[in-house]
């Protein structure tokens, strides 16, 4: 069964860090474009960042850049986005994705979406 799931996700405080993890079964992880989006309650799914099949590229939504980290081990077929200075505006519903060749923050363009990892950011 192919499937991403993530996990990680919590509660923490302005300022505080949290690193999400995505871990694929059932698939090649190296075959795949990876990303993380997000999406709170009542709005659009958007994008956080995106990694390359090997993880030499990267992309960043500019309200994470300089703040958030993405970054992937296709022999663990997991990967990863550790969140540093989180803040309250952070909060949402994570999602990772897997995509054989997204455009790379488009979220239409994914194959395969894990289940969700709540962040919440309190003041």
């Known amino acids: 069964q192919v499937q991403l799931v993530e996990s990680g996700g919590g509660l923490v405080q302005s300022g505080g860090s949290l690193r999400l993890s995505c871990a694929a079964s059932?698939?090649?992880?190296?075959?795949?474009?990876m990303a993380w989006f997000r999406q709170i309650a009542g709005k659009e799914r958007e994008f956080v960042a995106s990694?390359?099949?090997?993880?030499?590229?990267?992309y960043y939504a500019d309200p994470v850049k300089g703040r958030f980290t993405i970054s992937r081990d296709n022999d663990k077929n997991t990967q990863y986005l550790q969140m540093n200075s989180l803040k309250p505006e952070d909060t949402a519903v994570y999602y990772c994705?897997?995509?054989?060749?997204?455009?790379?923050?488009?979220?239409?363009?994914?194959?395969?979406w894990g289940q969700g990892a709540p962040v919440t950011v309190s003041s």
């Open positions: 059932g698939l090649t992880l190296s075959d795949y474009a």
């Open positions: 990694v390359s099949w090997t993880g030499r590229s990267t």
């Open positions: 994705a897997a995509g054989t060749s997204p455009l790379p923050r488009t979220h239409q363009s994914y194959d395969l």
